[in-house]
């Protein structure tokens, strides 16, 4: 009792310091009522399919697969090297294999039926951080089937703090509180965990048709440094209370699509990242996300934050983010950042719906600057609460480097329960302000959630220049449709905002605007 007692003492540093994770102790599998959303319309975004014509099959249970076996992995990669051969199809069938990681290869497809799947042993256990299926410098390889892979996230986390779920919004809205509550529900992953689901890196002309992942540990589709990836028509439903298992990661890749894909997952639901820890050193350009649903505890569709190289030309259109049946709700909709010192610009938002996201736009220049601090090798140091230690990967005109965020159009935003306002914020640093810049906001109607507010009498708000940003860290603003501060170029065209029942803030606030 006194560890628990010292553990919830010290969640007031969940915000303002140091990150608390419990990650020692033993599995905690036990799901909870809420833990999965409980609107999922599988039959929305998969569909029965035959297997393709012209290619030839390589089953692998005739290679010796069994849903009885403790590890398929020998047999399915068989299966895959003569498959490869001749550019032919790997299928699996026949129900739940429980295999270690699978290397794929060039020119094949893996046709997982409909009704099987490939899924992890629940140990973590020869996988080393590669995920189930691993796809390395390949070209020309399709996943599809309708079949899924199965992370079992919840055996690879240890027990949360509160180990209740939350799903009553409290009387008064206040958004430290309210996160501080759900992350004391998390259960985040031990120092061994093996990773996520689907990982495939340095890749080319990579398609993902009529697939599904399910209850991932970790990022559940990892895609980094690749070139030319098609996704549609995907699903993937993990654990809400399983810490770090985002939906879709992108990093260092350019040329990729997300169309007609449904994400349900604790942490961000599509996220976009260039981080020199990561092994990412290009530029990403040129990525695509629509006609989606996203359920997301943090933020539905992400850029950064973890990103010291540019990302531009992205356009986000026709989605629905949203939070069915547990409380918070989504962080943000739409998250904007630039923390690490990479240029983020050419960003076009539009045509999308939100209900239950806290805030509904967010864009944060900061100066964290993680690359000064963080290296390939001690970024999961960091990641567990462990000490920092100086970068000698990074190059030292990096150390310093400003990012930016310029040329952001959103149009045609509708959100409703929304709890805190838009924010655009730059920041100022050495009497030096940086600015985000060309931020255009058309056609929004943005409706509050029916709670009372905290009021918050802070005489100033910090500019939280070095640390992680969220839409929460700015606490209870004081407006209530726009807070923006160091920003050049702002243009607001047919922005409505519903007034919350706290009458007491301003519609809009602006600071060093101009």
Avoid at 41 to 53: A, F, G, K, M, R
Avoid at 111 to 118: A, C, N, Q, V
Avoid at 173 to 202: C, P, T, W
């Amino acid at each position: 009792m006194r560890d628990r007692r010292n553990n919830l003492a010290k969640l007031n540093t969940l915000v303002f310091g140091r990150d608390l994770r419990i990650t020692k102790g033993e599995p905690y599998p036990h799901i909870y009522e809420y833990d999965f959303s409980s609107y999922y319309p599988e039959e929305n975004y998969i569909y029965n399919q035959d297997l393709p014509e012209g290619k030839e099959i390589f089953d692998i249970r005739f290679y010796g697969a069994d849903v009885r076996n403790d590890d398929n992995a020998p047999f399915i990669q068989k299966a895959v090297d003569d498959a490869a051969k001749v550019g032919g199809c790997v299928v699996v069938s026949g129900g739940n294999y429980v295999t270690t990681t699978v290397f794929l290869k060039s020119d094949i497809t893996l046709f997982i039926f409909r009704d099987s799947s490939l899924s992890s042993n629940k140990t973590g256990e020869g996988y080393n951080h590669l995920g189930i299926v691993h796809c390395d410098s390949c070209r020309n390889v399709t996943l599809t089937g309708g079949g899924k892979l199965i992370g079992n996230g919840e055996y690879f986390g240890r027990k949360p703090l509160y180990d209740k779920n939350i799903i009553e919004h409290s009387e008064y809205i206040d958004v430290i509180e309210m996160r501080k509550k759900y992350r004391a529900q998390l259960r985040f992953a031990h120092e061994s965990k093996y990773g996520g689901v689907l990982y495939i890196k340095n890749c080319n002309d990579i398609k993902a048709d009529n697939f599904i992942i399910e209850n991932s540990a970790h990022w559940s589709f990892h895609i980094e440094n690749c070139n030319g990836v098609e996704i549609k028509n995907f699903v993937i439903n993990n654990n809400r209370h399983v810490a770090n298992a985002d939906g879709f990661d992108i990093s260092g890749s350019s040329n990729v699509s997300i169309n007609h894909c449904f994400v349900s997952t604790a942490d961000d639901g599509i996220c976009i990242k260039n981080a020199l820890w990561l092994g990412n050193t290009n530029e990403m350009k040129n990525i695509s996300v629509s006609d989606c649903e996203v359920i997301s505890c943090t933020n539905a569709f992400k850029i950064g934050t973890e990103t010291t190289f540019d990302i531009s030309d992205v356009t986000v259109s026709n989605c629905r983010f949203f939070m069915t049946d547990i409380y918070p709700g989504t962080v943000s909709g739409i998250a904007i950042e630039s923390a690490d010192g990479a240029s983020v610009h050419h960003i076009r938002v539009q045509n999308i719906s939100m209900n239950r996201v806290t805030c509904p736009v967010f864009i944060r220049l900061c100066n964290r600057n993680r690359a000064s601090t963080v290296d390939s090798s001690s970024a999961n140091a960091v990641e567990f609460g462990k000490r920092k230690k100086r970068a000698f990967c990074a190059a030292k005109d990096r150390f310093h480097q400003k990012g930016s965020i310029y040329a952001v159009d959103i149009s045609d935003v509708t959100a409703e329960n929304i709890e805190i306002p838009v924010i655009i914020a730059g920041y100022k640093q050495n009497e030096k302000s940086f600015y985000v810049s060309d931020v255009t906001l058309k056609n929004f109607n943005l409706q509050y959630a029916p709670y009372k507010e905290v009021y918050d009498k802070r005489r100033f708000i910090p500019e939280y220049v070095d640390v992680y940003p969220e839409s929460w860290r700015f606490r209870n603003l004081p407006a209530y449709a726009l807070w923006a501060r160091h920003v050049k170029g702002l243009k607001l065209l047919d922005f409505v905002c519903g007034v919350p029942r706290s009458t007491w803030k301003e519609e809009i606030i602006t600071e060093d605007v101009i």
